[in-house]
């Protein structure tokens, strides 16, 4: 497998939105310069431990400083004309016009764009201030066909889940979804509004088997019991594989980590840490290391040092919500086998399958 290095660089603080599950709490408004992308590049892309490489420009909204973006587009085909590598931007949209569009085009190949997108009108201005008619979706959708858009649910727009996934489903959008990070997720109504949510789109997903099903529905769960307590993995690579730079030119593990998110105090505390390449179910605290989910459930290892001060301890209120998600996924595909429209990608991943439906519908019920 080719071994790929992310370099992440944050151009700007600054952000044209507020939108209401942003993790970015702390923008300054300052903005990278030129000399300084050069030398951080430069020292980035020499380097032969990696097969291929993405620079991936972030923000604050990156399209604010789109001289910046030509600039080291520019400066990196004319330096590394041979290196392997691609550009990606994270945008909410609302600037990818005219001008922009335009440039990106004719680089569409080697320049993609994620666009954030959060569903229906409705939810995407409930969390992205009223932007969701500022955005030119169909040049996303036409010009990057196999990048996914990034939906993603606060609890303002949680109730509304199914209707989201199905408006991405039924306009052909390649998307991600999941729920925000770094949020208050403690009401207890968003434990109902999620288990309903859910069992709406199990229908429809039931009625319509060859519609592939969304993040939300498509946990890999055979893995609770294919998997050996103490099996090494990792979901996440900052800090071995994501190196991300502020716009001061310092490196963090992620974005998650930088002062722009955790702010200055906490995000030097967090220049401490050790990133193993690999992890354990005995490197987790708390309820985690014990939890028969640990191995199906996304880590985030910033998120988790932003919620608890602990890479390797969650967000209670955040798990709770997640094993609903599992249960969820084990009713789904238990009723797929009754419907005998149950898929298994490898054969003998089929009996963990079954296994893992029995143990979750136990646990989580």
Known sequence: MLKRKIITLTLT????????YCFEGHKSGSHMDMPMIKRILDDMLNDDKFDEFEIDLFGGEPFLEFD????????VKDTYPTKPLVFCATTNGTLVHGEIQEWLKKRAEVFVCALSLDGTKRMHDINRCNSFDSIDIDFFAKTWPKQPMKMTVSAESLKYLAEGIIFMHENHYAFTSNL????????EANTKAIETQLKILIDYYLAHPDVEPCQF??????????????????QCGAGVEMFTFDVDGHGYPCQFFMPLTLGAEKAEEAKSLYFPEEISRSDFVGECRDCMALRICHTCYGSNYASTGNIYQKDMNWCKLQKITFKANAYFRLKQLENNTFHCDEEEEYPFWIKSIKMLLTEFN
């Open 68 to 75: 910046l973006i030509k600039q080291t587009f520019d400066y």
């Open 217 to 234: 529905l498509n946990v890999p769960i055979f893995m609770v019991a294919a998997t050996k307590n103490e099996e090494t993995f990792r």
């Open 180 to 187: 925000a990070f770094d949020i208050d997720w403690s009401d």
């Open 13 to 20: 603080q600054s952000c044209n939105l507020h939108c209401s």
